[in-house]
């Protein structure tokens, strides 16, 4: 609700689920969960609410970032995100126009963009950072025996994963003033930093971007620090990390000509009207 009442929506239609109790209470027995492909629930949602409102377009806002997977397992990549993907849109607006819906637009608006170019535009709306999140710590409830802290945890891989596209585009104090702390200077999110970045280990199963991105951005993050302090006797842990083992393996002329490709790419692979990519297009 935080969020309606901050972009000024005055239209809006609420649908309310709730967890059945007997879940919660084999939580607490020690069984674990199953995993909820929850972008696919509300895609389906959405159609429904669509069809009984009579709207014409369901616009989701899923980026290309998604498509890249976690890991391959026996042949087959994993990508904990897939009903994210373009591959399932392009599936489900299928299976839709089939059995469903014929004449209908369910596309992601975003999807031409990566996570990166995103929190770029993101960055020239600060009257959202109070109310934004990206942070599954927040929302858990320990099965139902605490109240969720709608707080960053500040430890996890989506923090530093956002904390990371950001922080190239907006001022330090804000960063700071969003978090709670510096995430650079925290030692905890090293490993983290290292599986978000191919270096070890998997590609963490949250929804967080491409590796590729991440090492852009951890560079223009380290960029950016080193022109506000060039005369800075050392780095925070993370930055410092990428300036010893990671720069020296691309090089500063690699890691620039990349960071421009992704600032400046589009990916074609997506189903948006030709009025909502001209949007998109004037955005970007």
Excluded at 121 to 138: R, T
Excluded at 210 to 239: C, D, G, M, N, R
Aim: glycine share 6%.
């Amino acid at each position: 609700m935080r969020v309606i009442k901050g972009i000024g929506c005055r239209n809006f239609i609420i649908i309310r689920r709730e967890i059945d109790k007997k879940l919660l209470e084999l939580n607490r027995a020690g069984f674990l969960n199953g995993h909820t492909p929850f972008s696919a629930y509300l895609s389906f949602l959405s159609i429904l609410i669509a069809v009984i409102f009579n709207y014409r377009y369901v616009a989701i806002s899923q980026e290309s970032s998604s498509n890249e997977g976690n890991v391959k397992y026996l042949g087959k990549i994993i990508n904990h995100q897939y009903s994210k993907t373009f591959d399932f849109e392009k599936r489900f607006k299928d299976y839709c126009k089939k059995y469903l819906v014929e004449d209908f637009g369910y596309f992601s608006f975003l999807r031409p963009l990566n996570e990166i170019q995103i929190a770029r535009i993101f960055a020239d709306f600060p009257k959202f950072f109070p109310i934004f999140m990206s942070c599954n710590e927040a929302y858990k409830t320990a099965s139902g025996t605490k109240k969720p802290t709608g707080k960053w945890c500040g430890n996890c891989s989506k923090c530093l994963f956002a904390w990371l596209i950001l922080y190239p585009f907006v001022e330090k104090s804000r960063m700071e003033k969003i978090f709670n702390q510096d995430l650079f200077g925290n030692k905890n999110l090293l490993n983290i930093l290292k599986e978000l970045i191919g270096e070890k280990g998997i590609k963490p199963f949250e929804c967080v971007g491409t590796h590729e991105e991440v090492l852009v951005a951890l560079y223009l993050s380290w960029k950016k620090e080193k022109e506000a302090s060039p005369h800075l006797s050392s780095l925070p842990i993370l930055l410092g990390y990428f300036e010893k083992e990671i720069l020296p393996k691309y090089g500063e002329k690699t890691l620039e000509k990349k960071s421009k490709a992704i600032l400046e790419s589009w990916n074609k692979r997506h189903n948006l009207p030709k009025n909502f990519e001209k949007i998109l297009k004037d955005a970007n």
